[in-house]
Every structure is written in C-alpha cells, then in structure tokens.
C-alpha cells in the first residue's frame, strides 16, 4: 500500500517561514519524481516545486529564490523550505509522486499565511 504522508503545515505570518515534510512508504522512492503542489480556494492545482533522485529540481517562477525542495532517500522522505511567505502562497499543499504513468498524491497540508 503506498502512502505520502505530509506533515508541517499551519499559520504563519507574512515573511514567514515553514517546512513541510513528505514521508513515502510503499514504493521505491529512489525512482520516483518527487513533487510538491499547492491549491488555492476557487484556482487550479499547480505545481511549485519538483525533484529527480540524482537531486535536480524545477521550481514556480513565483516561489524561486523563496522556497528550496530537497530529498532525503535513505528516510523516503522529501522536504520544502518555505521561506519569505506571502499571503498568496496560502493553499492546500499536495505532495506527489510520479515515476512513468504511476502517479501517487498525499492527503494534503494547509498552509495560511495571514497577519
């Protein structure tokens, strides 16, 4: 059974910074594309950050030079660094697996940045 199982989210205040952790079991991670997406009320899922296992990344042009996506393989587990937080990154953040046509989502984390 595979589960992503993310974790850190909350409320921070504008500037702000948080962690949000991603721990895989069930598939081999090594292979896996790791990402991370966020919904906002009323838009479309979007991707923000992705990471190959050889640690190559891809970011939203809105959150480069803000957020850092890293992967831990030896403990299944991928990270984002939120930093400098803005109201608008406020969302339900996803984390995804992706390897070929398999293709496995977390449960989600809210994020809410508000003064």
Do not use: H
């Not at 991928?78 to 984390?95: F, P, R, W």
């Not at 995804?96 to 989600?108: C, V």
Request: net charge positive; with cysteine.
């Amino acid at each position: 059974q595979v589960q992503l199982v993310e974790s850190g989210g909350g409320l921070v205040q504008p500037g702000g910074s948080l962690r949000l952790s991603c721990a895989a079991s069930g598939i081999n991670f090594n292979i896996y594309v790791m990402g991370w997406y966020r919904q906002a009320p009323g838009k479309e899922r979007e991707l923000v950050a992705s990471i190959r296992s050889n640690g190559n990344a891809n970011y939203l042009d809105s959150v480069k030079g803000r957020f850092t996506i890293s992967r831990d393989n030896a403990k299944n587990t991928v990270y984002l660094q939120m930093n400098s937080l803005k109201a608008e990154d406020t969302a339900v953040y996803y984390c995804n697996a992706r390897m070929l046509i398999r293709e496995y989502w977390g449960q989600g984390t809210q994020v809410t940045v508000s003064s």
